[in-house]
């Protein structure tokens, strides 16, 4: 008669203790990572925004130095049913302006810009509506609708260096209207509504008849963004 032997073996494993540890490490190396990649993500998206936001900036600044920067000192009198008007008008918040577009622009010649704020439901955009400047030799009389610059935009103020015709002084006004020469500079300050800081940019009016700034003026010329 065969016996049968039972061997018994200690039987080896991880105890409910150590298993609760090890879910917990394992929970807090989860939080720790995950709060690594959203720390991640937001300064990728910070990053973003802020080179989006430069080279908004730059091409505002562009914008306005390689236009107003060559405005010309003309006169809108070729209608003869209408008064003879300068045709640079600066508003605190618009501005207009006659600057020459290259010949290889599908628009040669003098145009008639105005940059004004455009109300779009909630949000303001900043606006360039160009024209020619002599509409009935060009055959085109009507304005265009307007292409926006930069959208998201809290508020436009323009600045105009020169001559206050009531004292006789230069200085910075709020509007240059019914004028018969150009102001010397051009201040434009905008502000955005994500209240990120844009610096003033500053444009020297090349065709300016007087050219010198005199002392009333501490800020630098042509200044913005590079």
Sequence with gaps: MSKTHYTSKKQTGFTLIEIMLAMTLLSVMMVLLFGTLRISAQSWEAGEGKVAQSGEAA???QFFRRHLGVTQPLW??????????????????????????????????????????RQVGGDKWLTVAVQPFFPE??????????????????SFQVGYFGMDPLSGANGWQDEWVDREALPRLVRIRIVRDNELYWPDMFIALKAAADTAVGPEFSGG??????
């Design 59 to 61: 091409l505002v600044y």
């Design 76 to 117: 809108q009198d070729f209608n003869p049913d209408q008064e003879r008007a300068f045709s640079f008008v600066g508003r605190p918040d618009a501005l207009q302006f006659v600057s020459p577009l290259p010949a290889s622009a599908a628009r040669p010649g003098l145009q008639m810009f105005s940059v004004y704020l």
């Design 137 to 154: 030799a060009e055959g085109q009389a009507a304005q265009d609708e307007g292409v926006v610059i930069l959208k998201h935009v809290n």
């Design 221 to 226: 010329i042509d200044q913005g963004f590079d």
